[in-house]
Antibody, heavy 121, light 107 residues
Framework: EVQLVESGGGLVQPGGSLRLSCAASGFTFSSYAMSWVRQAPGKGLEWVSGISGSGDETYYADSVKGRFTISRDNSKNTLYLQMNSLRAEDTAVYYC??????????????WGQGTLVTVSS | DIQMTQSPSSLSASVGDRVTITCQASQDISNFLNWYQQKPGKAPKLLIYDASNLETGVPSRFSGSGSGTDFTFTISSLQPEDIATYYCQQYDNLPLTFGGGTKVEIK
């Protein structure tokens, strides 16, 4: 069974940093692209970032480009999202999701349970 | 970025009713369109990929159609467990973009 478990969320002040992790199991991790998607409280879904199976290719939404960095450790079956210069508008539940392709994000299934990031002073 | 416009934003229907949701892309995305279901407090779940392909294990009352810019998602006979918000998502171009969601409630 494919499982994705996010961790690392919490309360952080504006301008601060946080690193999210997503531990994957139940599939050959390096064979699939992965993505982070966020959902602000009461709002819709926003794709944040994606990474190819090898980690060589990374992709970002304009809203986080230059502030967030996606990475993966295929030896540990773990996906990361380093978030710097956090803003109030980054407050959201962050989901990691497995892609169905190797190189470029396409359709996402399954998703983790999400981890809440709150940016507030 | 490709904009995805979903309608309606919410609907109320009776058990057994046929429910239809539309999604319009701001440019031609061929069939690179997926549908997700999100129940309250839960993560989204993929229902349909490539516009019309049912994900394994998803009940056959769910279906999708369309290509180009106009897409439709249908629940043929609404069940109580279908109460959720439904999202379309395109992957023709990055960034991946989602529609605004359609909240489905029981009348």
């Amino acid at each position: 069974e494919v499982q994705l478990v996010e961790s690392g969320g919490g309360l952080v002040q504006p301008g601060g940093s946080l690193r999210l992790s997503c531990a994957a199991s139940g599939f050959t991790f390096s064979s699939y692209a992965m993505s982070w998607v966020r959902q602000a409280p009461g709002k819709g879904l926003e794709w944040v970032s994606g990474i190819s199976g090898s980690g060589d290719e990374t992709y970002y939404a304009d809203s986080v480009k230059g502030r967030f960095t996606i990475s993966r450790d295929n030896s540990k079956n773990t996906l990361y999202l380093q978030m710097n210069s956090l803003r109030a508008e980054d407050t959201a539940v962050y989901y990691c999701a497995k892609d169905q392709q190797l190189l470029v994000p396409s359709w996402l299934d399954p998703w983790g349970q999400g981890t809440l990031v709150t940016v507030s002073s | 970025d490709i904009q995805m416009t979903q309608s309606p934003s919410s609907l109320s229907a009776s058990v057994g009713d046929r429910v239809t949701i539309t999604c319009q892309a701001s440019q031609d995305i061929s069939n690179f369109l997926n549908w997700y279901q999100q129940k309250p407090g839960k993560a989204p779940k993929l229902l349909i990929y490539d516009a019309s392909n049912l994900e394994t294990g998803v009940p056959s009352r769910f279906s999708g159609s369309g290509s180009g810019t106009d897409f439709t998602f249908t629940i043929s006979s609404l069940q109580p467990e279908d109460i959720a918000t439904y999202y379309c998502q395109q992957y023709d171009n990055l960034p991946l973009t989602f529609g605004g969601g359609t909240k489905v409630e029981i009348k």
